[in-house]
């Protein structure tokens, strides 16, 4: 990184949902629109958030050339052309950082010149409205100040933790993925609630504050979410009755089995991209 340029500039190949939120977090934590490139393959999409940021659309070489931190956010199966125009501009001083599900670091140390740092990271959608969960790994050639940049980008949309790059296919299946789980199974309890004759709005109502109330206990008590279901579950009451059906369906065991799916699937974008 090149300490005397003081705060590095950050350019985002890929302006998609997490690349636009990764620059609208990055401009309400403090960064100037100046300091932010982007690339999209879509003009009217960048009119757009050029209009809307003030931040300066770009290509792929004008940004590598330009900022000393590139973060890939374009699609796995999207890579391999992206990494075919960053090969012949991009260099060591380069911090590389990969939001591409799946793809390992050793895919881009191989495909970019010697010595280039990457930076493996795995955030979710809710970075959306600044409730990101980030995971972070180094690659190779990345250091802890590399590792320190990123934490301090990610951590302006949500929270980071670091991670060995081994558990990365299991951060993505838990909690990259894990946004829709809780959403399928909101919008599941939505459905019971019209089932039992609430209107939509009601059952819409109850649920996502119920939701977003037993979130807030999971952060803020520190209690294991046993104990707190525990407290819900009266001897002989509704929710144990509630419990039991969901134990019977084998509910439990279709969630485990839905995250090992997804892992799986983590694990096969990476190998897709393994020299033959």
Do not use: W
């Amino acid at each position: 990184m090149t300490e005397e340029k003081g705060r590095p500039t950050i350019a985002v190949l890929g302006a998609g949902k997490i690349g636009e939120a990764l620059l609208s977090g990055l401009l309400h934590g403090g960064r100037q629109a100046d300091e932010l490139l982007f690339t999209e393959r879509y003009p009217e999409r960048s009119a757009q958030l050029t209009s809307a940021y003030g931040i300066r659309a770009t290509d792929v070489p004008t940004a590598a050339k330009t900022a000393d931190v590139l973060v890939v956010a374009v699609k796995p199966q999207d890579i391999e052309p992206l990494l075919d125009e960053l090969a012949p501009v991009v260099d060591a001083e380069t911090l590389v950082v990969s939001l591409c599900a799946g793809l390992p670091t050793s895919l881009f140390e191989r495909r970019l010149p010697a010595g280039v740092p990457v930076v493996r990271a795995m955030p979710n959608t809710p970075m959306l409205v600044g409730e990101a969960m980030s995971a972070i790994s180094p690659g190779t050639h990345a250091e802890a100040e590399h590792l320190a940049v990123v934490e301090e980008m990610l951590s302006t949309v949500g929270k980071v933790v670091r991670v060995p790059e081994a558990q990365q296919d299991a951060v993505t299946a838990l909690s990259g993925s894990g946004p829709a789980y809780f959403f399928f199974l909101v919008e599941a309890m939505i459905d019971a609630g019209i089932l039992l004759g609430l209107p939509r709005a009601v059952a819409e109502a109850l649920i996502i504050q119920s939701a977003v109330g037993a979130a807030t206990m999971l952060a803020q008590t520190g209690e294991h979410p046993v104990i707190l279901r525990e407290a819900v579950t009266s001897p002989a009451g509704t929710t144990i009755s509630a419990i039991r059906e969901l134990e019977k369906h084998g509910v439990r065991a279709a969630l485990i089995a839905a995250i090992e799916a997804a892992r799986d699937r983590s694990r096969e974008l990476g190998a897709a991209h393994e020299p033959g």
